[in-house]
């Protein structure tokens, strides 16, 4: 029998996985204090971030989202971004890393990965300071001005990743970034290309030079730029939806992007979930998702667990029950 370790690389390598790699199993969440420093509301509540971001966790919601009303807009005005967005130096806050690396220490000796989550990426950064049209407008408007904000922000994501692996030396980094709508990229794929797809290449760069598996969150339709994924350093995209087509995404991909996702959340994980609707998808996805390896059923949000109470645990027992008929 395979560790879960073991199982999980045969699963990325198309290889002999003896089961399926179950959700967040084999990769438990490490919550570093960069986390909440970039990050810093609870649910239920709102908070402004270090950057003038003001968040909001609203009941019953997977994350944040920003404020982005007239007296709360960060940046009005992308020609002049210097002039309102003031990025954290990462190399001047103090942090106590002191319970982060007790919790990575106890994952390790349980023989599983360890795992840090770095939302904001840098479209979701973009368009928390200046508002979504703004920052969509600016890609046509101000393209000079956003390559630089892009950069920016770039620079201060790769200190906090540096300064994760110099403290945790995780095997796993999930940048969180959602590039499209369920049914559609935000942008052409060529204005994607033109904007992130280089930035993102250094991250990744940065982050498999360091030894970690690149993780990409993306609860979203990205197939257009799927092989664009490979080419920039990703293993795997978590969130893949079941609005992409997740085995046309394989083979496109020549099976070297690891596909993490494929449960439809508004079937299963909503206030008047059953039982019997849980397990009739965690059965489809197994089902149509399971030939040819590179797939890992969860749930598409960035993290593990649910909104809902119970509908995570029931989804894991039926992958368990799922792998003994496709794995024996």
Known sequence: MLTLKENFYET???????????????????WDPVFFF???????????????ITLEWRADEPGVMPITTPDKLVCPDAAEWK?????????TVELDWTAAKAQAE?????????????PTGLFETCHFLLGFEGALCAFYEEPEAMHELIAAIKEMKMAQIKLIKENINPDVLMFHDDWGSKTNLFMAPDMWREFFKEPYREIYSLIKGEGMIAMHHADSYCQPIARDMVEIGIDIWE???PSNDIQQIK???DYKLLLMGGIEASV?????????????????????????????????????GSIFPGVNDCIMDEIRKQSKIYFG
């Open 239 to 241: 969130g893949v939806l």
């Open 12 to 30: 990325w390598r198309s290889g002999k996985p003896d089961a399926f790699v179950n959700s967040w199993e084999v990769f438990p969440q490490v």
């Open 251 to 253: 083979k496109d991909t």
């Open 106 to 118: 106890a994952f390790r000796a349980q023989d599983k990965f360890v795992m840090c989550w770095m």
């Open 268 to 304: 299963v994980d909503v206030p008047d979930w059953t039982e019997e609707k849980v397990r009739a998808e965690v059965q489809r996805a197994c089902r149509e998702y399971s030939e040819g390896g590179c797939f890992i059923p969860c749930l598409t949000y960035g993290g593990e």
């Open 38 to 52: 970039m990050s810093p509301v609870a649910p239920g509540g709102t908070a402004v971030t270090p950057h003038g």
């Open 83 to 91: 002039k309102y967005v003031k990025l954290p130096d990462m190399s």
